[in-house]
Every structure is written in structure tokens, then in C-alpha cells.
């Protein structure tokens, strides 16, 4: 039992250091995304850009990093292990999203629609991850947080390209610092989490209590796809 026990301390080293190393990655990108939309819209150039550009940037925001994650076992290993609960902490950032949506469009530099629609929804999806995270894990309330959060960007996306589409006018704070933020980093992250936790969620992985259990009773074998139940 002893060297059973040391070989899958063993086995879990490796993939530790693994998944650390992916975790290293994935900051490093999400911090020259960030830094690479805060240039552009400080420089100008997202005003330059195509308004109607701006809504497929977000798309593919959303696409790629949803395309990496199910073609990397080392992404799908590193969201089990960040589990349900962060990635859903992770979207409380939506509610001071909505008071910015607010406050523009109290200025009159959205049009209503779209900022009431994205502002609103936004603010639900914010206080409904905030109302989640201090509950006991629950896979059905998980999955009606992120039916309504990607519905809600759905929503959003779809009636901002709408405006740009018609080359509204009042479209144009998008492409500017702070609001460009919310579109082309902010909304990325979410979308592709959202889609990422509907497989978790399929898979029955990334959550904390069946983690501890399972280490607990001793189920776990040193031939399991070792995994760090938490970062």
C-alpha cells in the first residue's frame, strides 16, 4: 500500500509541474491580449478599424481560446483544476461593466437599446455569479448561470454589431479606452469560460467537494489522469 501511495505521489508531480507551467502560459497571454487592446484603443487605432470589424475581433475573442482549450488536454486539465466556482467568481467583473454601460448611456454615447440590453444583462449575470459563489456547489445552478451569461452576451454582441452595422455614431466608445476593455478582453474571457464550463459541467469535472472526496476515501489510482484539485 506504502509504494502504491509513492508511486502516485510520483505520478502527480509531473502533471503538477505540467499544469503550472500551462497556468504560467495562459497569463502570459492574457496579459498581452489586455496589453495589445489597451495600445490599440490608446492609439487610435481601433477608431480606424471597420466599426463592423470590431464585432468579428470579439467573435474570434470568444472562438479561439474555446478552440485551444478542446484541443489541449493540458487547458482542459488546468479549467478542472481552477473549477467551477473561480471561473464563476471571475465573472462578478460584470457588474461594474454594467455601471459603466450605465453611465454612458446616461450620457447619451450609446445608443439606448444596446446599452439598457448589454447594461442590464450584464448586471444580472454579475449579481447572479456573485449569489452563486457564496452557495454550496450545485451543477444545476452553475448550468442556469451560464446558459443566462452567454445568452446575455448573445444579446449584446448581437445588437452592438447591429449599430455598427448601421454605422451608428454612437458606437464609437467602443473603440475607446475604458469601454473597449469590455468587448474585446473582458467579453473573450467570459464568452470562452462559459462554453469552457458547459463541458466541465458534461464532463462532471472542476468541482471542489468531488476532488477532496475522492483523495479522502482513496479512490484516486496512480493510474487517474493525475490532476491538482486546486491551484
Do not use: C, N
Request: net charge positive; proline share 6%.
Amino acid at each position: 500500500m506504502k509504494e502504491i501511495a509513492m508511486s502516485y505521489q510520483h505520478s502527480i508531480a509531473p502533471a503538477a509541474a505540467h499544469y503550472r507551467f500551462t497556468m504560467l502560459a495562459v497569463i502570459a497571454m492574457l496579459l498581452v491580449w489586455a496589453t495589445a487592446v489597451v495600445v490599440a484603443a490608446q492609439s487610435g487605432f481601433l477608431a480606424t478599424l471597420y466599426q463592423p470589424l470590431i464585432g468579428g475581433i470579439v467573435a474570434l475573442t470568444i472562438i479561439v481560446p474555446t478552440l485551444l482549450y478542446f484541443a489541449s488536454s493540458a487547458m482542459r486539465g488546468l479549467m478542472d483544476a481552477v473549477g467551477h466556482r473561480r471561473i464563476i467568481q471571475f465573472h462578478i467583473w460584470r457588474i461594474p461593466a454594467a455601471l459603466l454601460f450605465f453611465w454612458y448611456g446616461a450620457q447619451g454615447q450609446l445608443p439606448p437599446l444596446f446599452w439598457v440590453l448589454a447594461g442590464v444583462g450584464d448586471l444580472i449575470a454579475g449579481l447572479f455569479a456573485l449569489f452563486a459563489v457564496t452557495r454550496p456547489e450545485d451543477p444545476g445552478r452553475y448550468l442556469r448561470f451560464h446558459l443566462f451569461g452567454f445568452a446575455d452576451f448573445v444579446v449584446a454582441v448581437g445588437t452592438g454589431l447591429t449599430f455598427t452595422l448601421l454605422e451608428d455614431v454612437r458606437m464609437q466608445p467602443v473603440a475607446a479606452l475604458p469601454m473597449a476593455l469590455i468587448p474585446l478582453f473582458g467579453v473573450g474571457i467570459s464568452g470562452a469560460t462559459h462554453l469552457m464550463a458547459f463541458d466541465m459541467l458534461r464532463r462532471g469535472a472542476g468541482f471542489r467537494i468531488a476532488s477532496r472526496s475522492a483523495a479522502a476515501d482513496g479512490s484516486a489510482s496512480p493510474t487517474t489522469d493525475a490532476r491538482p484539485a486546486e491551484l
